[in-house]
């Protein structure tokens, strides 16, 4: 059974970029499709993007042409490359193994990790 671990989410400033992993465990990670998502307190699970096991990419419009994923297969993680970040991309980040159905929907994924904080200060 795949287990997720993601982290790097700490404090950065608006219009930093920043990196955040998510270490895959179970088989290697070309083998799944493998999305983003990210919550705040109160609110529901939001979609970020996804990077499926053929390569391809695609991302919610909110983060379209600022954020990116990635497989780094040597190191058998999903990585999202966050850039031009603002104070509304406040939250914390969830990766996820995408099961069946839409990309955009928190339930079509099978499995989740812990979520690691993203604190953008203005």
């Known amino acids: 059974q795949v287990q997720l671990v993601e982290s790097g989410g700490r404090l950065v400033q608006a219009g930093d970029s920043l990196t955040l992993s998510c270490a895959v465990s179970?088989?290697?990670?070309?083998?799944?499709?493998m999305g983003w998502f990210r919550q705040a307190p109160g609110k529901e699970r939001e979609y970020v993007g996804i990077i499926t096991s053929s390569g391809n990419e695609d991302y919610a419009e909110a983060v379209k042409g600022r954020f990116t994923i990635s497989r780094d297969s040597a190191e058998n993680r999903v990585l999202l490359q966050m850039s031009s970040l603002t104070p509304t991309d406040t939250t914390t980040y969830y990766c996820?193994?995408?099961?069946?159905?839409?990309?955009?929907?928190?339930?079509?994924?099978?499995?989740w990790g812990q979520g690691t904080q993203v604190l953008v200060s203005s």
């Open positions: 179970g088989r290697a990670v070309s083998q799944y499709d």
């Open positions: 996820a193994r995408f099961s069946l159905g839409q990309w955009g929907r928190a339930s079509n994924y099978g499995a």
